[in-house]
C-alpha cells in the first residue's frame, strides 16, 4: 500500500529554488559589501607621507588593495600583501607606529584579530609615523548592517 501526496514533487522543486535563491541573495550581498570595502579603502589609502621635508610616495598602496573570493561566492577577502621585511608602508599607515599605533589600536572597535594583525608588524615601539587608516574603517563602515542587509535579501527572496 502506498500513499501519493500530490504536489510533493512540485513542493520540493520550489523549496530548491527557494533555497538557491536565499544562498544568491546572500552571495550578492557579500559581493556588493567586499567591492564597497574594495573602492573605500582605494579612495582613503594615503598617496604620501610627509617626514620632515622629505615626501615619500604611497600611491603604490591603492595599487594593490584587492578583493579575493573563494566558497563560491560565500567567502570574501579584502586587503593587500604587506612584506614581511623592510618598509611595511601598507601597515605603518593603517596602524601607526609607536604611540599612534597605541591610539589606533585602542579603538574599541578593533577586535583581538585586529590587533594580532597590527602585532605581526611591531618593531621597537618607538616608531614616529602617525596612521591613517583606510582599510579598517572601510570594512568597518561596509559591514555595519551587513546581517540587515542579507535578512533583506533573503526575505525579498523567499517572496
Do not use: C, H
Not at 512540485?10 to 567586499?34: G, H, S, W, Y
Not at 579603502?41 to 584587492?66: M, V, W
Amino acid at each position: 500500500m502506498s500513499v501519493k501526496i500530490k504536489g510533493l514533487d512540485e513542493a520540493r522543486r520550489d523549496l530548491f529554488k527557494k533555497r538557491q535563491d536565499i544562498v544568491d541573495a546572500v552571495k550578492d550581498v557579500l559581493a556588493e559589501t567586499a567591492t564597497s570595502i574594495e573602492i573605500e579603502a582605494t579612495r582613503n589609502a594615503p598617496n604620501s607621507y610627509e617626514i620632515g621635508d622629505k615626501t615619500i610616495n604611497l600611491s603604490f598602496i591603492r595599487q594593490k588593495i584587492n578583493k579575493k573570493v573563494s566558497e563560491s561566492g560565500l567567502f570574501w577577502q579584502v586587503g593587500l600583501d604587506v612584506p614581511t621585511s623592510g618598509e611595511q608602508w601598507e601597515a605603518w599607515m593603517e596602524f601607526g607606529t609607536g604611540l599612534s599605533a597605541r591610539e589606533i589600536l585602542s579603538n574599541p572597535e578593533y577586535s583581538s584579530e585586529v590587533r594580532e594583525i597590527a602585532r605581526r608588524f611591531y618593531r621597537d615601539g618607538k616608531g614616529r609615523i602617525i596612521g591613517q587608516p583606510y582599510l579598517m574603517p572601510a570594512f568597518y563602515r561596509n559591514t555595519s548592517n551587513l546581517v540587515t542587509d542579507m535578512v533583506d535579501e533573503i526575505n525579498k527572496a523567499l517572496k
